[in-house]
Protein backbone atom coordinates (compact mmCIF):
# COMPACT_ATOMS: atom_id res chain seq x y z
CA UNK A 1 0.00 0.00 0.00
CA UNK A 2 1.65 2.99 -1.28
CA UNK A 3 -0.90 5.48 0.08
CA UNK A 4 0.12 7.76 2.85
CA UNK A 5 -3.56 9.16 3.84
CA UNK A 6 -5.13 7.55 6.65
CA UNK A 7 -8.62 7.27 5.13
CA UNK A 8 -7.24 4.48 2.35
CA UNK A 9 -4.73 2.56 4.87
CA UNK A 10 -7.53 2.22 7.22
CA UNK A 11 -9.67 0.24 4.67
CA UNK A 12 -6.58 -1.31 2.90
CA UNK A 13 -3.17 -1.16 4.48
CA UNK A 14 -1.60 -4.96 6.22
CA UNK A 15 -4.32 -7.05 4.04
CA UNK A 16 -5.55 -7.69 0.43
CA UNK A 17 -7.56 -11.21 0.79
CA UNK A 18 -7.02 -14.52 1.87
CA UNK A 19 -4.21 -16.69 0.82
CA UNK A 20 -6.95 -19.53 1.06
CA UNK A 21 -9.76 -18.62 0.09
CA UNK A 22 -10.02 -15.39 -1.48
CA UNK A 23 -12.01 -13.74 1.26
CA UNK A 24 -11.82 -9.82 0.80
CA UNK A 25 -12.99 -9.67 4.68
CA UNK A 26 -9.92 -10.52 7.03
CA UNK A 27 -11.24 -13.90 8.55
CA UNK A 28 -11.43 -14.78 12.26
CA UNK A 29 -8.57 -17.63 12.65
CA UNK A 30 -9.63 -19.09 15.01
CA UNK A 31 -7.17 -22.07 15.53
CA UNK A 32 -4.80 -22.22 18.68
CA UNK A 33 -2.19 -24.09 16.51
CA UNK A 34 -0.61 -23.99 12.52
CA UNK A 35 0.83 -27.13 11.07
CA UNK A 36 4.47 -27.33 10.32
CA UNK A 37 5.49 -27.88 6.43
CA UNK A 38 8.59 -29.57 8.17
CA UNK A 39 10.80 -30.33 10.89
CA UNK A 40 12.86 -27.46 9.09
CA UNK A 41 10.11 -25.17 8.84
CA UNK A 42 9.44 -26.33 12.55
CA UNK A 43 12.95 -25.21 14.00
CA UNK A 44 13.66 -22.24 11.46
CA UNK A 45 9.96 -21.02 13.09
CA UNK A 46 11.29 -21.63 16.49
CA UNK A 47 14.98 -20.25 15.70
CA UNK A 48 13.45 -17.06 14.15
CA UNK A 49 15.17 -17.38 10.74
CA UNK A 50 11.18 -17.62 9.30
CA UNK A 51 8.87 -15.15 10.93
CA UNK A 52 5.61 -17.22 11.12
CA UNK A 53 2.56 -18.98 12.91
CA UNK A 54 3.10 -21.16 15.41
CA UNK A 55 0.43 -20.92 18.10
CA UNK A 56 -1.94 -18.27 18.48
CA UNK A 57 -0.85 -17.07 21.97
CA UNK A 58 2.39 -15.46 20.02
CA UNK A 59 0.78 -14.18 16.51
CA UNK A 60 -2.38 -15.25 14.87
CA UNK A 61 -3.65 -13.80 11.06
CA UNK A 62 -5.97 -11.72 11.82
CA UNK A 63 -4.28 -10.27 14.85
CA UNK A 64 -1.21 -9.61 12.37
CA UNK A 65 -3.21 -7.76 9.52
CA UNK A 66 -4.53 -5.90 12.71
CA UNK A 67 -1.28 -4.93 13.72
CA UNK A 68 0.13 -4.33 9.97
CA UNK A 69 -2.87 -1.90 9.55
CA UNK A 70 -2.46 0.09 12.73
CA UNK A 71 1.33 -0.11 12.11
CA UNK A 72 0.63 1.85 8.74
CA UNK A 73 -1.79 4.24 9.98
CA UNK A 74 0.91 4.77 13.02
CA UNK A 75 3.96 5.49 10.85
CA UNK A 76 5.42 2.65 12.88
CA UNK A 77 7.35 -0.17 10.99
CA UNK A 78 5.48 -3.00 13.56
CA UNK A 79 3.17 -3.51 15.99
CA UNK A 80 2.03 -6.20 18.85
CA UNK A 81 -1.38 -6.17 19.81
CA UNK A 82 -2.49 -7.42 23.08
CA UNK A 83 -5.25 -8.67 25.52
CA UNK A 84 -5.99 -4.88 27.16
CA UNK A 85 -4.45 -1.31 27.32
CA UNK A 86 -2.51 -2.66 31.02
CA UNK A 87 -0.55 -5.04 29.20
CA UNK A 88 0.28 -3.08 26.66
CA UNK A 89 1.63 -0.22 29.04
CA UNK A 90 3.11 -2.63 30.88
CA UNK A 91 4.87 -4.81 28.56
CA UNK A 92 5.40 -1.63 26.73
CA UNK A 93 7.79 -0.31 29.70
CA UNK A 94 9.14 -4.03 31.38
CA UNK A 95 10.58 -4.55 27.49
CA UNK A 96 13.08 -1.70 28.51
CA UNK A 97 13.37 -1.78 32.25
CA UNK A 98 14.11 -4.79 35.11
CA UNK A 99 14.86 -4.91 38.29
CA UNK A 100 16.97 -2.32 40.05
CA UNK A 101 15.97 0.27 36.93
CA UNK A 102 14.03 3.49 36.82
CA UNK A 103 11.63 5.00 33.94
CA UNK A 104 10.40 9.00 34.45
CA UNK A 105 6.42 9.57 33.75
CA UNK A 106 4.08 12.32 33.34
CA UNK A 107 2.35 12.73 36.28
CA UNK A 108 -1.31 12.97 34.25
CA UNK A 109 -2.10 9.08 33.72
CA UNK A 110 -4.94 7.16 33.92
CA UNK A 111 -5.29 5.56 37.01
CA UNK A 112 -4.95 1.93 36.30
CA UNK A 113 -1.76 3.40 34.62
CA UNK A 114 -1.01 5.26 37.81
CA UNK A 115 -1.94 2.14 39.81
CA UNK A 116 0.24 -0.04 37.14
CA UNK A 117 3.40 2.80 37.82
CA UNK A 118 3.42 3.40 41.33
CA UNK A 119 2.41 0.09 43.17
CA UNK A 120 2.95 -3.36 40.45
CA UNK A 121 6.01 -2.38 38.73
CA UNK A 122 7.44 -0.91 42.15
CA UNK A 123 7.06 -4.24 43.83
CA UNK A 124 8.72 -5.29 40.68
CA UNK A 125 11.12 -3.65 41.28
CA UNK A 126 11.08 -0.80 38.37
CA UNK A 127 10.87 2.76 40.17
CA UNK A 128 8.20 5.19 38.21
CA UNK A 129 9.73 8.95 39.05
CA UNK A 130 6.34 11.18 38.18
CA UNK A 131 7.09 14.55 37.43
CA UNK A 132 4.86 17.73 35.94
CA UNK A 133 4.52 17.79 32.44
CA UNK A 134 4.54 21.40 32.04
CA UNK A 135 8.03 21.40 32.31
CA UNK A 136 9.50 19.25 29.78
CA UNK A 137 12.90 19.55 31.87
CA UNK A 138 11.56 18.29 35.18
CA UNK A 139 12.07 14.71 32.69
CA UNK A 140 15.92 15.84 32.13
CA UNK A 141 16.34 16.55 35.83
CA UNK A 142 14.82 12.87 37.10
CA UNK A 143 17.42 11.16 35.08
CA UNK A 144 19.97 9.32 35.89
CA UNK A 145 22.24 6.00 34.95
CA UNK A 146 19.38 3.80 35.30
CA UNK A 147 16.59 5.41 33.41
CA UNK A 148 15.55 3.32 30.97
CA UNK A 149 12.33 4.95 28.99
CA UNK A 150 10.27 7.97 29.03
CA UNK A 151 6.79 7.83 29.51
CA UNK A 152 3.70 10.19 28.27
CA UNK A 153 -0.06 10.15 27.56
CA UNK A 154 -1.00 12.61 24.44
CA UNK A 155 -3.89 14.15 25.62
CA UNK A 156 -4.22 13.05 29.47
CA UNK A 157 -7.93 13.93 30.77
CA UNK A 158 -9.14 15.40 32.80
CA UNK A 159 -7.02 18.71 32.10
CA UNK A 160 -6.83 17.44 28.11
CA UNK A 161 -3.27 19.92 27.50
CA UNK A 162 -1.32 17.66 24.63
CA UNK A 163 2.08 17.03 26.20
CA UNK A 164 5.09 18.37 24.79
CA UNK A 165 5.95 15.25 22.66
CA UNK A 166 8.88 16.82 20.63
CA UNK A 167 10.32 18.70 24.03
CA UNK A 168 10.62 15.64 25.86
CA UNK A 169 11.71 13.35 22.80
CA UNK A 170 14.39 15.12 21.57
CA UNK A 171 15.85 15.54 25.68
CA UNK A 172 15.47 11.30 26.05
CA UNK A 173 17.44 10.86 22.74
CA UNK A 174 20.30 13.02 23.51
CA UNK A 175 20.40 10.26 26.39
CA UNK A 176 19.57 7.34 24.80
CA UNK A 177 16.45 7.25 26.14
CA UNK A 178 13.16 6.49 24.20
CA UNK A 179 9.85 8.10 24.68
CA UNK A 180 6.70 5.96 25.06
CA UNK A 181 3.65 7.73 24.60
CA UNK A 182 -0.11 6.70 25.17
CA UNK A 183 -1.74 7.76 22.28
CA UNK A 184 -5.68 6.24 23.21
CA UNK A 185 -7.07 9.20 23.46
CA UNK A 186 -5.69 10.86 19.79
CA UNK A 187 -5.39 8.37 17.36
CA UNK A 188 -5.16 10.00 13.73
CA UNK A 189 -4.86 13.36 15.01
CA UNK A 190 -1.61 13.07 16.74
CA UNK A 191 1.16 10.81 15.08
CA UNK A 192 3.75 10.89 17.78
CA UNK A 193 6.24 9.47 16.16
CA UNK A 194 6.37 12.52 13.71
CA UNK A 195 7.33 14.29 16.52
CA UNK A 196 10.06 11.84 17.81
CA UNK A 197 8.53 9.82 19.76
CA UNK A 198 9.94 5.57 19.68
CA UNK A 199 7.21 3.34 20.44
CA UNK A 200 3.32 4.37 20.82
CA UNK A 201 0.42 2.19 22.81
CA UNK A 202 -3.04 2.45 22.76
CA UNK A 203 -5.98 0.91 24.93
CA UNK A 204 -7.51 -0.50 21.94
CA UNK A 205 -10.51 -0.70 23.85
CA UNK A 206 -11.62 3.33 22.83
CA UNK A 207 -11.54 4.68 19.80
CA UNK A 208 -9.85 2.23 17.88
CA UNK A 209 -12.64 -0.41 18.19
CA UNK A 210 -15.21 2.44 18.65
CA UNK A 211 -18.02 0.55 19.37
CA UNK A 212 -17.61 -0.55 23.13
CA UNK A 213 -17.26 -3.80 22.40
CA UNK A 214 -13.64 -5.20 23.25
CA UNK A 215 -10.63 -5.09 25.31
CA UNK A 216 -7.49 -4.49 23.72
CA UNK A 217 -4.37 -3.29 23.40
CA UNK A 218 -1.37 -2.57 21.13
CA UNK A 219 2.11 -1.03 20.67
CA UNK A 220 3.99 0.13 17.82
CA UNK A 221 7.21 0.25 17.07
CA UNK A 222 8.57 3.32 15.25
CA UNK A 223 11.46 1.65 14.09
CA UNK A 224 13.37 5.22 14.65
CA UNK A 225 15.39 4.34 17.84
CA UNK A 226 19.01 3.45 17.27
CA UNK A 227 19.13 0.60 20.18
CA UNK A 228 23.11 -0.48 19.37
CA UNK A 229 24.45 3.04 19.91
CA UNK A 230 23.40 3.05 23.69
CA UNK A 231 24.64 -0.64 24.81
CA UNK A 232 24.75 0.60 28.69
CA UNK A 233 21.62 2.96 28.38
CA UNK A 234 19.36 -0.26 27.36
CA UNK A 235 20.83 -3.28 28.39
CA UNK A 236 17.91 -5.49 27.88
CA UNK A 237 18.20 -5.13 23.62
CA UNK A 238 22.20 -5.22 23.67
CA UNK A 239 22.96 -7.65 26.34
CA UNK A 240 23.02 -11.30 25.63
CA UNK A 241 19.26 -12.76 26.79
CA UNK A 242 19.74 -16.00 28.25
CA UNK A 243 15.70 -16.92 27.54
CA UNK A 244 16.70 -17.34 24.32
CA UNK A 245 20.12 -18.86 23.77
CA UNK A 246 21.88 -15.66 24.38
CA UNK A 247 20.49 -14.05 21.27
CA UNK A 248 20.96 -9.89 21.43
CA UNK A 249 18.18 -8.42 20.30
CA UNK A 250 19.69 -5.44 18.42
CA UNK A 251 21.86 -7.78 16.72
CA UNK A 252 20.04 -11.02 16.18
CA UNK A 253 16.63 -9.01 14.91
CA UNK A 254 18.60 -6.95 11.92
CA UNK A 255 18.18 -8.40 9.19
CA UNK A 256 14.02 -8.26 9.59
CA UNK A 257 14.68 -5.21 9.63
CA UNK A 258 14.08 -2.08 12.59
CA UNK A 259 11.99 -4.36 14.48
CA UNK A 260 14.38 -4.91 17.57
CA UNK A 261 11.86 -4.00 20.19
CA UNK A 262 8.63 -4.82 19.08
CA UNK A 263 10.01 -8.61 18.34
CA UNK A 264 11.63 -8.87 21.44
CA UNK A 265 8.35 -7.88 23.43
CA UNK A 266 6.50 -10.92 21.46
CA UNK A 267 9.04 -13.49 21.65
CA UNK A 268 10.10 -12.91 25.77
CA UNK A 269 7.28 -10.67 27.74
CA UNK A 270 4.31 -12.07 25.55
CA UNK A 271 5.56 -15.72 25.44
CA UNK A 272 6.11 -16.08 28.94
CA UNK A 273 3.64 -13.78 30.51
CA UNK A 274 0.44 -14.52 28.09
CA UNK A 275 -1.49 -11.73 27.64
CA UNK A 276 -2.53 -12.60 24.05
CA UNK A 277 -5.03 -10.85 22.10
CA UNK A 278 -8.36 -13.27 20.60
CA UNK A 279 -8.45 -13.44 17.08
CA UNK A 280 -12.21 -12.29 17.55
CA UNK A 281 -11.01 -9.14 18.80
CA UNK A 282 -8.29 -8.63 16.81
CA UNK A 283 -11.22 -8.67 13.93
CA UNK A 284 -13.13 -6.16 15.82
CA UNK A 285 -10.57 -3.73 15.85
CA UNK A 286 -9.96 -4.19 12.40
CA UNK A 287 -13.53 -3.38 11.95
CA UNK A 288 -13.20 0.00 13.96
CA UNK A 289 -10.31 0.71 12.05
CA UNK A 290 -12.36 1.02 8.48
CA UNK A 291 -14.03 4.46 10.61
CA UNK A 292 -11.63 5.03 12.39
CA UNK A 293 -10.49 8.65 10.44
CA UNK A 294 -14.31 9.44 9.60
CA UNK A 295 -15.15 8.44 13.33
CA UNK A 296 -12.44 11.16 14.58
CA UNK A 297 -13.54 13.65 12.61
CA UNK A 298 -16.86 13.35 13.91
CA UNK A 299 -16.01 13.37 17.73
CA UNK A 300 -14.09 15.86 17.56
CA UNK A 301 -16.16 18.50 15.43
CA UNK A 302 -18.98 17.22 18.19
CA UNK A 303 -17.16 17.63 21.05
CA UNK A 304 -16.11 21.18 20.00
CA UNK A 305 -19.82 22.58 19.73
CA UNK A 306 -20.33 20.84 22.83
CA UNK A 307 -17.50 23.01 24.28
CA UNK A 308 -18.52 26.02 22.88
CA UNK A 309 -22.28 25.34 23.90
CA UNK A 310 -21.16 24.81 27.68
CA UNK A 311 -19.31 27.79 27.58
CA UNK A 312 -22.23 29.91 26.82
CA UNK A 313 -24.11 28.13 29.87
CA UNK A 314 -24.23 30.40 33.41
CA UNK A 315 -24.85 27.08 35.34
CA UNK A 316 -21.27 25.99 34.11
CA UNK A 317 -18.13 27.31 35.89
CA UNK A 318 -15.22 26.23 33.29
CA UNK A 319 -15.20 24.06 30.55
CA UNK A 320 -12.34 22.12 29.79
CA UNK A 321 -11.25 21.02 26.34
CA UNK A 322 -7.87 21.93 24.43
CA UNK A 323 -10.21 24.85 22.64
CA UNK A 324 -10.83 26.65 25.61
CA UNK A 325 -6.97 26.54 26.62
CA UNK A 326 -4.64 29.62 27.07
CA UNK A 327 -1.33 30.66 27.47
CA UNK A 328 1.55 27.56 26.86
CA UNK A 329 -1.31 25.21 26.92
CA UNK A 330 -3.02 27.04 24.05
CA UNK A 331 0.40 26.66 21.96
CA UNK A 332 0.92 23.03 22.63
CA UNK A 333 -2.96 22.43 21.21
CA UNK A 334 -1.98 24.79 17.97
CA UNK A 335 0.71 22.58 17.86
CA UNK A 336 -0.19 19.02 18.22
CA UNK A 337 -4.07 19.26 17.46
CA UNK A 338 -4.26 21.06 14.37
CA UNK A 339 -6.09 17.64 12.60
CA UNK A 340 -8.62 17.97 15.54
CA UNK A 341 -9.28 18.17 18.91
CA UNK A 342 -11.02 14.82 19.97
CA UNK A 343 -13.49 13.96 21.32
CA UNK A 344 -13.43 14.46 25.08
CA UNK A 345 -14.66 17.62 27.29
CA UNK A 346 -15.32 17.78 31.00
CA UNK A 347 -17.14 20.95 32.63
CA UNK A 348 -17.63 22.14 36.10
CA UNK A 349 -21.18 22.46 37.47
CA UNK A 350 -20.63 26.06 39.60
CA UNK A 351 -22.88 24.48 42.28
CA UNK A 352 -20.98 21.48 43.04
CA UNK A 353 -21.07 17.56 43.62
CA UNK A 354 -25.00 17.66 44.21
CA UNK A 355 -25.41 19.46 40.76
CA UNK A 356 -23.13 17.06 38.95
CA UNK A 357 -24.90 14.06 40.59
CA UNK A 358 -27.87 15.41 39.36
CA UNK A 359 -27.26 16.28 35.84
CA UNK A 360 -26.06 12.40 35.46
CA UNK A 361 -28.77 11.15 36.25
CA UNK A 362 -31.06 13.39 34.35
CA UNK A 363 -29.04 12.15 31.09
CA UNK A 364 -31.28 10.53 28.77
CA UNK A 365 -28.85 9.93 25.41
CA UNK A 366 -25.86 10.08 26.97
CA UNK A 367 -24.85 6.92 28.88
CA UNK A 368 -23.22 6.87 31.98
CA UNK A 369 -20.68 4.69 32.03
CA UNK A 370 -16.69 4.41 33.13
CA UNK A 371 -15.51 4.05 29.03
CA UNK A 372 -14.44 6.52 26.67
CA UNK A 373 -14.21 6.77 22.61
CA UNK A 374 -17.36 4.91 22.56
CA UNK A 375 -19.37 5.86 19.04
CA UNK A 376 -22.04 6.85 21.81
CA UNK A 377 -22.09 9.91 23.61
CA UNK A 378 -20.99 9.08 27.73
CA UNK A 379 -20.49 10.75 30.65
CA UNK A 380 -19.29 10.13 34.16
CA UNK A 381 -19.23 11.85 37.56
CA UNK A 382 -15.57 11.43 38.86
CA UNK A 383 -16.05 12.55 42.11
CA UNK A 384 -18.62 10.19 42.92
CA UNK A 385 -17.56 7.43 41.23
CA UNK A 386 -13.72 6.52 39.61
CA UNK A 387 -12.41 9.07 42.57
CA UNK A 388 -14.37 8.47 45.14
CA UNK A 389 -11.91 6.85 47.12
CA UNK A 390 -9.49 9.59 47.43
CA UNK A 391 -9.71 12.61 49.89
CA UNK A 392 -10.78 15.82 48.63
CA UNK A 393 -7.21 16.85 48.37
CA UNK A 394 -6.07 14.30 46.23
CA UNK A 395 -9.00 14.99 43.83
CA UNK A 396 -8.12 18.12 43.33
CA UNK A 397 -4.14 17.59 42.47
CA UNK A 398 -5.83 14.95 39.95
CA UNK A 399 -7.68 17.81 38.57
CA UNK A 400 -11.15 16.41 39.48
CA UNK A 401 -13.27 18.77 41.32
CA UNK A 402 -16.17 17.97 43.18
CA UNK A 403 -18.71 19.40 40.27
CA UNK A 404 -16.62 18.23 37.42
CA UNK A 405 -18.05 16.04 34.45
CA UNK A 406 -16.53 14.10 31.99
CA UNK A 407 -17.76 13.70 28.61
CA UNK A 408 -16.81 11.34 26.13
CA UNK A 409 -18.65 13.31 23.04
CA UNK A 410 -20.28 10.63 20.25
CA UNK A 411 -20.95 10.49 16.95
CA UNK A 412 -24.95 11.13 17.24
CA UNK A 413 -26.36 14.81 15.78
CA UNK A 414 -25.02 17.34 17.39
CA UNK A 415 -28.31 18.85 17.56
CA UNK A 416 -29.57 15.64 20.06
CA UNK A 417 -26.29 15.43 21.84
CA UNK A 418 -26.80 19.48 23.16
CA UNK A 419 -30.56 19.14 23.58
CA UNK A 420 -29.59 15.89 26.10
CA UNK A 421 -26.95 18.23 27.78
CA UNK A 422 -29.19 20.98 27.91
CA UNK A 423 -32.14 19.42 29.30
CA UNK A 424 -30.00 17.34 32.24
CA UNK A 425 -28.24 20.95 32.93
CA UNK A 426 -31.78 22.50 33.99
CA UNK A 427 -32.16 19.62 35.57
CA UNK A 428 -29.51 19.72 37.62
CA UNK A 429 -30.54 23.11 38.66
CA UNK A 430 -34.27 21.99 39.60
N1 LIG B 1 -4.56 4.18 28.73
C1 LIG B 1 -5.60 5.05 28.74
C2 LIG B 1 -5.36 6.49 28.36
C3 LIG B 1 -6.88 4.62 29.10
O1 LIG B 1 -7.91 5.49 29.10
C4 LIG B 1 -7.08 3.25 29.46
C5 LIG B 1 -8.41 2.74 29.86
O2 LIG B 1 -9.28 3.50 30.26
C6 LIG B 1 -5.97 2.39 29.44
C7 LIG B 1 -4.73 2.88 29.06
C8 LIG B 1 -6.11 0.94 29.83
O3 LIG B 1 -6.72 0.23 28.79
P1 LIG B 1 -7.64 -1.08 28.96
O4 LIG B 1 -8.87 -0.67 29.74
O5 LIG B 1 -7.92 -1.47 27.55
O6 LIG B 1 -6.83 -2.10 29.70
Not at 320 to 344: C, D, F, N, V, W
Request: aromatic share 8%.
Amino acid sequence: MTSKNPETLALHAGWRRDSATNAVAVPIYQTTSFQFDSTEHASNLFGLKELGNIYTRIMNPTQDAFEQRIAALEGGVAALALASGQAASAFSVQNLARAGDNIVSSTDLYGGTWNLFANTLKDQGIEVRFVDPTDPEAFRRATDDKTRAYYAETLPNPKLIPFPIAEVAAIGRSFGIPLIMDNTAAPLLVRPFDHGAAVVMYSATKYIGGHGTSIGGVVIDGGNFDWEAHPARQPLLNQPDPSYHGAVWSQAVKPLGPIAYILKMRVTLLRDLGAAIAPFNSFLFLQGIETLPLRMRAHSENALAVAKFLAGRKDVSRVIHPSQHIGAAAERTAKYLPRGMGGLCGFELASGADAGRKFIDALKMFYHVANIGDARSLAIHPASTTHSQLTAEEQAATGVTPGYVRLSVGIEHIDDIIADLSQALDAAQG
